[in-house]
């Protein structure tokens, strides 16, 4: 006799496990997550983990703020000590891009967000390490900063098998089942499991679910690196984090005293069941060097590590987040393209909400619909910063 469930969540990355963790608090009697792998093992566990509001769009500025409140309240919603450590936030722009700098700021501001335009010589006076040079004005969120990915995961999986959640690790989804246009469970490597819901969250291996489906959303695999460099003698400076418009790189604190470091760097069409997890050595010396452009001390900054994830890109570079009006019952959230790390605790909540109580209440979701493609409306920012997309795992 097959399994049987409320809701079947493929996939044990911060998505999955958000969404298991909320379905759960909202009194879902009967939730099981299944994992190909083990916990995190795919993009989440390689992601920089930035947590931050500065987006130039409002949606995912509101998903990243509700997400920042639930990392605020965590001993009290999850239990256990926070992942969240908070240093500050620097979005870098060129001067070219100030009303654009402005006008995003405002969006947040409007949303209930403390952010804030400064000049570069407020900056400066912050970080006095920071080369300023070239730069004008720059966006500050004080609250901001990473998160410790992994230990986001597992506590909101741990929380959730304490309200009875099942979690089923090595356990491969093979496909979706269903009847007619209604799901009806997953076929998984360890047997059936019935269910009436099934919520998609499985990552770089999305595809291979969703064709059998007929569902294509042209996804496709990214392999993304970062780079771990000791501070040199003399530099102790805590910074804050960084995302660099004008350097196309992002880079926080690692510890007490390593920089963490993504440059726009990515290989196209990676096998994600194939793929080499360690950082390349060819952009061990560029990475270095484009951190040294803005912090000048790191340019002598020995490597202590490094690493590549897989990240599912989305034609538009933003994430799908949908109930699929193809499948009564299906719901998804896929191609995040490297940046929903940060979102991630408010998706679940929205999607926790949509299956119990029949929409989401937290954020409005429909700007990340699944069938924006097919409508010939792909997402465009008016505000982006002379790139639609950073397209590296942060």
Not at 126 to 148: H, I, K, N, R
Request: hydrophobic fraction near 40%.
């Amino acid at each position: 006799m097959p399994d049987t469930a409320d809701v079947v969540v493929i996939g044990a990355g911060v998505n999955g496990a958000s969404t298991a963790f909320h379905l759960a608090r909202a009194g879902v009697r009967r939730v099981v997550v299944v994992e190909r792998s083990h916990i995190a093992a795919g993009a989440t566990g390689k992601s920089g983990a930035l947590v931050r509001m500065h987006y130039t769009n409002p949606f995912e500025s509101k998903l990243a703020f509700e997400s920042l409140k639930i990392f605020q309240a965590w001993s009290d919603l999850v239990g256990g000590d926070s992942p969240f450590v908070r240093t500050g936030f620097i979005q870098v722009v060129g001067p070219e891009y100030e009303e654009h700098l402005r006008r995003n700021v405002a969006d947040q501001q409007a949303l209930g967000i403390d952010a804030r335009v400064i000049s570069a010589q407020e900056l400066k006076a912050m970080e006095p390490w920071c080369d300023v040079e070239g730069l004008t004005w720059v966006a500050y969120e004080p609250d901001s900063g990473y998160a410790d990915p992994y230990a986001t995961t597992c506590g909101f999986l741990r929380r959730a098998q304490e309200l009875g959640v099942e979690v089923r690790t090595h356990t491969e989804a093979v496909r979706v089942l269903t009847h007619g246009d209604r799901v009806t469970g997953v076929e998984t490597s360890g047997g059936t499991i019935e269910a009436p819901v099934v919520v998609l969250a499985p990552g770089a291996w999305a595809n291979r679910l969703l064709k059998p489906l007929g569902l294509d959303y042209g996804l496709y695999p990214r392999r993304a690196q970062v780079m771990i460099y000791r501070w040199p003698c003399g530099f102790n400076h805590r910074h804050m984090t960084y995302i660099d418009a004008v350097l196309n790189t992002w880079f926080r604190r690692e510890g007490e005293n390593c920089t963490l470091v993504g440059v726009e760097v990515g290989v196209l069409g990676a096998d994600p069941d194939d793929y080499d997890e360690t950082g390349d050595q060819e952009f061990v010396a560029p990475t270095r060097s484009t951190l040294a452009l803005r912090f000048p001390v790191m340019a002598e900054a020995p490597l202590r590590g490094s690493w590549a994830g897989m990240i599912m890109m989305s034609p538009d570079d933003r994430p799908i987040i949908d109930q699929v009006p193809q499948y009564q019952g299906l719901f998804v959230m896929l191609g995040d393209s490297g940046t929903s790390f940060k979102t991630a605790p408010a998706i679940g909540k929205c999607l926790a909400e949509w299956i119990t109580e029949g929409r989401p209440q937290t954020a409005d979701l429909r700007p990340f619909r699944s069938t924006r493609f097919a409508e010939g409306q792909p997402w465009e920012d008016a505000t982006n910063y002379g790139r639609a997309r950073r397209t590296i795992s942060r």
